[in-house]
């Protein structure tokens, strides 16, 4: 009888593992990542550099007159706006950001981000981490 539950175990936890897809690789310090928008992501932070995962940090630029659409995040989603100039609409409603100023949303709320004719450069951080590096593996590498 202890070897069927032991067997069971173990093939009920491999089917688990199975299901559950493999967490992206870390975003590199050394690269640039580019969305199918033509937003651009530096990440400015790595985990190594805070001994763990807790905050990521990157330096994001919408180009003039984009439009994220509406999407949601996992975790905190921080804005201080450097340049430009950035409509930050969390759950419908609307905040125009410009330099100095800072935007948050926090799950499960629906974000959307846009800009106008001079696009915007934020700093962007996430807590905790992990968002960059789904980005990251959706987003071409330069």
């Not at 539950?5 to 299901?19: D, R």
């Not at 310090?29 to 033509?38: C, E």
């Not at 180009?63 to 706006?81: I, L, Q, R």
Request: aromatic share 6%.
């Amino acid at each position: 009888m202890k070897t069927w539950v032991g067997l069971a175990l173990c093939l009920s936890t491999a089917a688990v593992a199975a299901e559950t897809p493999p967490a992206p690789p870390p975003a590199s310090l050394a690269k640039t990542y580019v969305s199918p928008g033509g937003v651009t992501l530096h990440p400015l932070t790595e985990p190594k550099a805070f001994g763990g995962a807790e905050v990521e940090m990157g330096e994001l630029t919408f180009p003039p007159n984009s439009d994220s659409g509406e999407h949601v995040h996992g975790v905190t989603e921080t804005f201080y706006v450097l340049e430009g100039e950035f409509e930050h609409v969390v759950d419908g409603k609307s905040t125009i950001l410009r330099p100095g100023m800072v935007g948050s949303v926090r799950p499960p709320a629906k974000v959307r981000h846009k800009t106008g004719a001079m696009g915007a450069k934020v700093l962007v951080i996430w807590a905790p981490g992990g968002e960059m590096a789904r980005l990251a593996a959706r987003w071409r590498a330069q």
